[in-house]
Nanobody, 126 residues
Framework: QVQLVESGGGLVQAGGSLRLSCAAS????????MGWFRQAPEKEREFVAA????????ASADSVKGRFTISRDKAKNTVYLQMNNLKPEDTAVYYC???????????????????WGQGTQVTVSS
């Protein structure tokens, strides 16, 4: 069993920055990849970024390229999302997810991931 706990959300003005953290716990933790998703009110959950746990290969949505950076600290079992130049349209609940049993689906697919955190709210004011 894997538990994921996000932190670092909050209220920030447009153009500001936040860093989200996702700490994983469990008897053993060695996922194939970790991802960040977000969900705004009345919208579907959407992919933000992902990183492979072993090699550190990354991918991100076009809407956040150049502004958001995903990284991981294997020693701390933690994945981060550095968010710069935030925009009001980035307002959402942000979730981290662990891909423990790869199914061959794209990293951007919510169905590829096995475990999810409870989410952390990010609000960007204009």
């Amino acid at each position: 069993q894997v538990q994921l706990v996000e932190s670092g959300g909050g209220l920030v003005q447009a153009g500001g920055s936040l860093r989200l953290s996702c700490a994983a716990s469990g008897r053993t933790f060695s996922p194939y990849a970790m991802g960040w998703f977000r969900q705004a009110p009345e919208k579907e959950r959407e992919f933000v970024a992902a990183i492979t746990w072993s090699g550190g290969n990354t991918a991100s949505a076009d809407s956040v390229k150049g502004r958001f950076t995903i990284s991981r600290d294997k020693a701390k079992n933690t994945v981060y999302l550095q968010m710069n130049n935030l925009k009001p349209e980035d307002t959402a609940v942000y979730y981290c997810a662990a891909d423990v049993n790869p199914r061959g689906r794209p990293w951007s697919s919510v169905r590829e991931y096995d475990y999810w955190g409870q989410g952390t709210q990010v609000t960007v004011s204009s």
